[in-house]
């Protein structure tokens, strides 16, 4: 499966990867210096395997396309702008996704407390709204293990994602997939909207209305067709360009 590096030069992998650390902390998705966002770099001359990264113990609002630290496969640091490294523990869920999943670009992990709340429920995300829909049958579950130091629960959550794009960890967070940066920030939102909503709903007291499944599976094939045109088709992506902007960014 094609890897999409091809629409993307160096610069702008950085400025999109920036954006989506300052973006997520603008919505406040962020949590504090830990969770993180990382993008698989194009091989190095030597064959090496490149990730992008952010420095341990900035702020997403502070990560910029200067200061992002390459890495490889192990987290070994190939160059490191800023000099204060990077998380270890951070990298372990990522590394492991992106070496057995190439149409993974970027990997988008976070702890929101909707996100987490959902994560915490034995019933997961609903199909309860039109965010929520996106996502039918598309989620996947992983058992909480701990906090991520075990390089051995990798394989794990790997062989439970399987090909899905993202993941609840129960009692931890969320885990999204994305073959550009756009694509995971995007997913990202609507993933936290549906958590929100699904907790504001469930709070009511009332009588949940699920989505019935015929149409929540159009639903979902609607917003996998849109994604592909932007993705696949190479069109240009309206939504990515007003999140730039409302950065103060240049989408060009």
Not at 26 to 55: A, Q
Not at 123 to 146: C, D, K, M, P, V
């Amino acid at each position: 499966m094609a890897d999409g590096h091809q629409n993307f030069d160096i610069q702008t992998m950085r400025r999109d990867l920036a954006a989506a650390y300052q973006y997520i902390a603008l919505k406040g998705m962020d949590d504090g210096i830990y969770t993180h966002i990382s993008v698989r770099m194009p091989d190095g001359p030597d064959g090496e395997k490149r990730f992008l990264l952010n420095p341990f113990g900035l702020r997403f609002d502070e990560v910029t396309p200067e200061n992002l630290v390459t890495i490889d496969e192990t987290g070994a640091v190939i160059d490191d702008p800023y000099g204060a490294g990077v998380n270890d523990a951070g990298f372990t869920i990522h590394s492991a996704v992106h070496m057995a999943r190439h149409d993974a670009v970027c990997v988008l992990h976070n702890h929101t407390v909707a996100g987490v709340a959902v994560s915490s429920v034995k019933e997961g995300l609903l199909s309860l709204n039109q965010w929520s829909a996106q996502f039918h049958n598309r989620i996947a579950y992983h058992t909480y293990e701990g906090i991520a130091l075990d390089l051995a629960e990798r394989e794990r959550i790997v062989a439970d994602l399987g090909d899905k794009n993202v993941m609840l960890l129960r009692n931890h967070g969320t885990l999204i997939l994305g073959r550009s940066v756009a694509e995971a920030v995007k997913k990202a939102i609507n993933l936290e909207n549906s958590c929100k909503a699904q907790v504001a709903a469930l709070s009511m007291g009332l009588t949940p209305d699920p989505i019935p499944e015929e149409v929540a599976e159009h639903t979902a094939k609607q917003f996998e067709m849109y994604d592909d045109m932007a993705e696949v088709e190479g069109k240009q992506d309206p939504e990515w360009a007003a999140m730039l902007r409302e950065l103060g960014l240049a989408s060009a």
